[in-house]
Antibody, heavy 115, light 108 residues
Framework: QVQLQESGPGLVKPSETLSLTCTVSGGSISSYYWNWIRQPPGKGLEWIGYIFYSGSTNYNPSLKSRVTISLDTSKNQFSLKLSSVTAADTAVYYC?????????WGQGTLVTVSS | EIVLTQSPGTLSLSPGEGATLSCRASQSVSGSYLAWYQQKPGQPPRLLIYGASSRATGIPDRFSGSGSGTDFTLTISRLEPEDFVVYYCQQYGGSPWTFGQGTKVVIK
């Protein structure tokens, strides 16, 4: 059974870079599409972007200038970096597997942007 | 960007009743690439339906999806107590993938 687990700081200062890692267990990362999706407290879902196992990426244009998603196949992990964060980036960040329908999700990690 | 509008925002029903949730797209969704998710409090979304009408693995048959083009529907035939949560639609026919704002099903 594939499992995903997000990790990273729960608090980030405004203007700094948010960095999260998703560790995949129970299956190889060297296949499939790997996504980051976020959900502000009490609100809906926003797709941030994905990385394919080949390394190709696709980002939401609304965040594209600030987002980088990368892959580390040796560790079976993929990562998210979001630069120049503001309070509007406060959200639960999920990693998920799938191109389009995401069938496997991590439990999510809350990242708060505050000084 | 394809905007998805879900209605109603809140649906008030009793256990055992049927529920009909709507998802309308601002433009046609290519290939009927429309998914439905269920989200319980404090949990990640759970995939229910993909390709507009295919049930994901392990999903009870009381959940069904239909529609094409710009109009899609999630039907829950008989509401169980655990079904009173939030449902989201998602289109993945065009980038960026987008979600509706959600429909909350509450106990009447």
């Amino acid at each position: 059974q594939v499992q995903l687990q997000e990790s990273g700081p729960g608090l980030v200062k405004p203007s700094e870079t948010l960095s999260l890692t998703c560790t995949v267990s129970g299956g190889s990362i060297s296949s499939y599409y790997w996504n980051w999706i976020r959900q502000p407290p009490g609100k809906g879902l926003e797709w941030i972007g994905y990385i394919f196992y080949s390394g190709s990426t696709n980002y939401n244009p609304s965040l594209k200038s600030r987002v980088t998603i990368s892959l580390d196949t040796s560790k079976n992990q993929f990562s998210l970096k979001l630069s120049s964060v503001t309070a509007a980036d406060t959200a639960v960040y999920y990693c998920a597997r799938g191109r389009g329908p995401q069938g496997y999700w991590g439990q999510g990690t809350l990242v708060t942007v505050s000084s | 960007e394809i905007v998805l509008t879900q209605s109603p925002g809140t649906l008030s029903l009793s256990p055992g009743e049927g529920a009909t949730l709507s998802c309308r797209a601002s433009q046609s969704v290519s290939g009927s690439y429309l998914a439905w998710y269920q989200q319980k409090p404090g949990q990640p979304p759970r995939l229910l339906i993909y390709g507009a009408s295919s049930r994901a693995t392990g999903i009870p048959d009381r959940f069904s999806g239909s529609g094409s083009g710009t109009d899609f529907t999630l039907t829950i035939s008989r509401l169980e107590p655990e079904d009173f949560v939030v449902y989201y639609c998602q289109q993945y026919g065009g980038s960026p993938w987008t979600f509706g704002q959600g429909t909350k099903v509450v106990i009447k």
